[in-house]
T-cell receptor, first 111, second 114 residues
């Protein structure tokens, strides 16, 4: 199946520090989506990137899509305890019928 | 709108038992899918459907069956449960299968097979 590598698997940060998770694919992607899952909850859509080199921001969150459309990153500035959870990237092939999720990065924020 | 609903929330089965996990959505979405989530492995696609009467296999379909008789419902059947099927199961739906639509997830079913 499609491999979506996501690093790191775990990250512990002090509140106020920055955090970044990376998603890498073995193939060129049509688009990439990012989801957040709070502990005990279900994944919730955050954003979608479509264009090569695209950068989108949501308050303290910055999402980037690589120029070659093979990688993406999510950066959180000045983390807060509300940022705790697991962040997943999800990719689709050009057929669009199947989503492949990364293994996720679990973020712990220490107050 | 209730969104995507799943029942039951928790289930314990013995090896060899069968059961059906229910999933329903009230958003008139064409695309529905089932995932399982295991520690360190993210979400893996089991089966998906692009519309009523149409289903297809995902990444890990063995041991599971699905059907899609209506747009709203997409049940997942475990024919003979095995301990390896202990997992958290999520149902998701999206407007279409174009691959660029937001996926909406249900709250999940936590299944333990003894």
């Amino acid at each position: 199946g499609q491999q979506v590598m996501q690093i790191p698997q775990y990250q512990h940060v002090q509140e106020g520090e920055d955090f970044t998770t990376y998603c890498n694919s073995s193939t060129t992607l049509s688009n990439i989506q990012w989801y957040k899952q709070r502990p005990g909850g279900h994944p919730v859509f955050l954003i979608q990137l479509v264009k090569s080199g695209e950068v989108k921001k949501q308050k303290r969150l910055t999402f980037q899509f690589g120029e070659a459309k093979k990688n993406s990153s999510l950066h959180i500035t000045a983390t807060q305890t509300t940022d705790v959870g697991t962040y997943f990237c999800a990719e689709t092939l050009n057929t669009g019928n199947q989503f492949y999720f990364g293994t996720g990065t679990s973020l712990t924020v220490i107050p | 709108n209730a969104g995507v609903t799943q029942t039951p929330k928790f289930q314990v089965l013995k090896t060899g038992q069968s059961m059906t996990l229910q999933c329903a959505q009230d958003m008139n979405h064409e695309y529905m899918s089932w995932y399982r989530q295991d520690p360190g492995m993210g979400l893996r696609l089991i089966h998906y459907s692009v519309g009523a009467g149409i289903t297809d296999q995902g990444e890990v379909p063995n041991g599971y069956n699905v059907s899609r008789s209506t747009t709203e419902d997409f049940p997942l059947r475990l024919l003979s449960a095995a301990p390896s099927q202990t997992s958290v199961y999520f149902c998701a739906s999206s407007y279409s299968n174009r691959g660029r639509d937001t996926q909406y997830f249900g709250p999940g079913t936590r299944l333990t097979v003894l």
